[in-house]
């Protein structure tokens, strides 16, 4: 769930702050990349089940979603 949260919120903060297109996609990419494959991992590991990984992505996801909405309204404010 950390890792789910914390390249999502890069990935937001990205596509808001810079400005090159190119760039833009390589690092949204790398962070992409990065999540699916700590979760791949951790299944591949045997540390955790497919679903635990799964519902950690889904929760990181949500919850980066919510707290960038929700700084989003703030600096509209």
Not at 4 to 23: C, E, K, S
Not at 43 to 61: E, M, Q, R, S
Request: include cysteine; proline fraction near 1%.
């Amino acid at each position: 769930m950390n890792n789910a949260t914390l390249y999502t919120m890069l990935i937001l903060l990205i596509n808001r702050y810079v400005r090159n297109t190119p760039l833009k996609l390589t690092l949204s990419s790398i962070c992409v990349a990065l999540a699916v494959m700590i979760g791949c991992s951790r299944i591949y590991l045997g540390v955790h089940y497919a679903g635990d990984v799964l519902g950690g992505w889904l929760l990181g996801f949500a919850l980066s979603v919510i707290i960038y909405s929700m700084w989003e309204n703030k600096l509209q404010d």
